[in-house]
């Protein structure tokens, strides 16, 4: 199916906070620095935003409405034009790119945020499964992932030590990255020796528990290059989603992200480096056989998701990391991805270019 | 689990989900699923002093360096100017106030509910240097003379009674546990229009 052109649109500044275990500031007040970075970054005044998208969870934070609190943190006097996603901040940013099409604004903060120290996730995460044939169970995300690599060694699709590889440069390569929360040099034999945690998973195929915020601003082309020197374009974004039953799914292959990774134009062109949101180390190796990405493409030089997972915040930010590579360190084209649900369920594909 | 949702039952009579034996021939058209969610949250930096001042006798704010609005309890930023707040901003509140607005609130007898009498829920705009803090209860005043425009005065808890253990980041406005309430003062009330642009 051929792809129609969208204008583009170009992402002018992004921001994070640290990923902590669990942070003492409030979710509003953690968003606040990061929403002000990431305006200033983009070289704009905080009143030339035409339309603002959050994405965040009240399950997690433990009260309804508290999405609104967040929107405390943007500056929401006179008011503004804003919506709010039950989603990851990827998801935000979908609708924001999705805004700025109509031409009439040029200009969009979204932001994600989340904090999952409060709540007690293997017991919040079972709700959003099907409530009568597995909520009961209490399929948290945790043993529903290790059901995915158990099919995914049976299958033989991949060992425990090509994961705990995974697990091991992800670490390493998050010791450059201020926002990361487990970072180091890790033995991928001394890791193997550890026992498991919910087998066949062991703990260095988790991802931390993380609170945490991610902003990022994007602008319509002539907005982008009258204020930005070095705009990073989005070329393509695309998202699908999978039934909701995990049974009904073949868990070690996700025609989801091949599907948005197509229409978002992935294989279109080489791609230097991906930022992949890879929740366990198993989905790593999945997501790259989706997406078509080879041995020569850097994957997640942030240390992803397994080395930062502030859920809500956690795809955004592999959309702002990858734009990262892009604007600061040189790379040509990059390709983030984001997910939601359990076992890889949905997923958005992003394609971002420079100059 | 199943302890609470027991004790529960006892202490309100009400028949809960599940009480009834099910008919075994009847087909299965729901099923009950009791469960609950339990949220630990750190207090942040500036609500911890707020609740470390109440114990003390004293309500605080701040005020924006910018607006000169004072909120109360502090935020640690002002959200209409997005400037961040700090002890530096932090003011002491006045103990007495005007009612700014109000709700009386019929309770429903739904399941946990441990009201039966109609109670009001008020804002109060606190005299200089001002702050208003939201949902406080009235003491000594009947409810259907609660009204815009009156006057009152904070009723503290006796210092050995007072407990912040209920105060937390969302619970901006409540000084509960530590201010039993709110008493009208006798005062002359205040031109009930002057309140009507107030924002709470």
């Given amino acids: 199916m051929a792809r129609t052109p969208a204008p583009d649109i170009a992402i002018i500044g992004y921001a994070q906070s640290p990923s902590w275990r669990a942070a003492e500031l409030t979710e509003p007040q953690f968003l606040f620095p990061v929403i002000s970075e990431a305006i200033e970054r983009a070289g704009i005044e905080r009143r030339e935003i035409d339309f603002t998208c959050a994405g965040s969870c009240d399950y997690l934070s433990g009260q309804t409405f508290a999405f609104v609190m967040n929107l405390e943190a943007v500056g929401a006097w006179p008011p503004i034009s804003e919506s709010h996603v039950e989603m990851d901040g990827a998801w935000a940013l979908y609708e924001a790119w999705v805004r700025l099409q109509h031409g009439d604004v040029d200009t969009a903060l979204v932001f994600g945020s989340g904090k999952s120290s409060p709540g007690v996730p293997a017991e919040i995460y079972p709700l959003q499964m099907d409530p009568y044939t597995i909520t009961p169970l209490g399929a948290d995300p945790v043993s529903i992932a290790a059901l995915q690599a158990r099919a995914m060694l049976d299958a033989g699709k991949i060992t425990e030590r090509e994961m705990a590889e995974i697990a091991a440069r992800s670490r390493a390569n998050a010791i450059g990255n201020p926002y990361a929360q487990v970072t180091g040099d890790f033995d991928v034999d001394e890791l193997l020796a550890e026992p498991y945690h919910t087998a066949p998973l062991r703990k260095h195929d988790l991802p931390p528990i993380s609170d945490g915020a991610c902003a990022v601003v994007i602008a319509t082309a002539a907005k982008a290059k009258e204020v930005c020197e070095r705009p990073v374009w989005i070329r393509g974004i695309d998202h ?75 795809g955004l930010a592999r959309i702002a990391e990858a734009a990262r590579q892009i604007a600061e360190h040189g790379k040509r084209r990059a390709v983030a991805h984001a997910t939601s649900g359990q076992a890889l369920q949905q997923n958005l594909v992003c394609v971002l270019e420079g100059d | 689990m199943s302890d609470k949702t027991a004790s529960d039952k006892t202490a309100n009579s009400k028949p809960a989900p599940g009480d009834t034996a099910p008919d075994p021939d009847a087909p299965v058209t729901g099923m009950d699923y009791f469960m609950q969610l339990e949220y ?44 961040e707040t700090t002890d530096a901003d932090e003011v002491e509140l006045a103990n007495r106030g005007v009612v700014t607005n109000f709700t009386i609130v019929t309770p ?49 808890a006796p210092p050995e009674e007072r407990d ?37």
């Fill in chain 1, 240 to 314: 699908r989603i999978e039934v909701h039953q995990p049974g009904m799914r073949n868990l070690t292959e996700s025609p989801s992200t091949r599907l948005a990774g197509q229409q978002a134009g992935v294989g279109d062109a080489p791609v230097d480096v991906a930022e992949l949101c890879a929740t366990f180390s198993h989905q790593e190796k999945i997501l790259r056989a989706e997406l078509g990405l080879g041995g020569d493409v850097e994957i997640n030089p942030s240390g992803g998701a397994l080395a930062a997972n502030p859920v809500m915040a956690v």
């Fill in chain 2, 40 to 83: 630990h949250e750190l207090l942040c930096p500036v609500v911890r002093r707020y609740a470390e001042k109440l114990r003390a006798g004293k309500l605080i704010g701040h005020r924006c360096p910018k607006c000169g609005l004072v909120y109360a309890p502090p935020r640690g930023y002002c959200p209409i100017d997005v400037v």
């Fill in chain 2, 108 to 156: 429903v007898q739904y399941y946990g509910q441990t009201k039966t009498e109609p109670f009001a829920k008020v804002s109060i705009q606190l005299d200089e240097p001002g702050g208003t803090l939201t949902l406080q209860d009235v003491l000594d005043c009947p409810v259907d003379d609660v009204r815009v425009g009156m006057r009152v005065e904070a009723v503290w």
């Fill in chain 2, 164 to 200: 912040t253990s209920q105060i937390g980041n969302r619970s901006w406005g409540s000084a509960e546990g530590c201010i039993k309430g709110w008493r009208p003062t006798g005062e002359p009330d205040l031109p009930a229009d002057q309140f009507l642009q107030a924002a709470f």
